[in-house]
Nanobody, 124 residues
Framework: QVQLVEFGGGLVQAGGSLRLSCAAS????????MGWFRQAPGKEREFVAA????????YYTDSVKGRFTISRDNAKNTVYLQMNSLKPEDTAVYYC?????????????????WGQGTQVTVSS
């Protein structure tokens, strides 16, 4: 069992930066691929980024490549999403999630555990 809690959302102007954190409980955190998803109003929840259990591999959706960076610290049971050059279209609730699969899972059903989400709003 893994419990996830996100932190770090807020309101930022376009071009600005935010860093999201996701704190996990449970001794098996280091065994999971961790991912970030987001859901904008009226839209489906979409994959943003994922990182392998040992941080050796990272995966990104095309729209955030070069702007967002996912990382993790297994000693702190925490995964991060550094978001730079934010755009209004990045506005969404951001969720972290844990998957037992390797290879950069990007579908919702591939993740077993979810946080409650944190709101990110980018103003133009």
């Amino acid at each position: 069992q893994v419990q996830l809690v996100e932190f770090g959302g807020g309101l930022v102007q376009a071009g600005g930066s935010l860093r999201l954190s996701c704190a996990a409980s449970g001794r098996t955190f280091s065994l999971y691929t961790m991912g970030w998803f987001r859901q904008a109003p009226g839209k489906e929840r979409e994959f943003v980024a994922a990182i392998s259990w040992n941080a050796g591999s990272t995966y990104y959706t095309d729209s955030v490549k070069g702007r967002f960076t996912i990382s993790r610290d297994n000693a702190k049971n925490t995964v991060y999403l550094q978001m730079n050059s934010l755009k209004p279209e990045d506005t969404a609730v951001y969720y972290c999630a844990a998957s037992p699969l390797s290879g950069g899972p990007s579908l919702r059903y591939e993740y077993d555990y979810w946080g409650q989400g944190t709101q990110v709003t980018v103003s133009s």
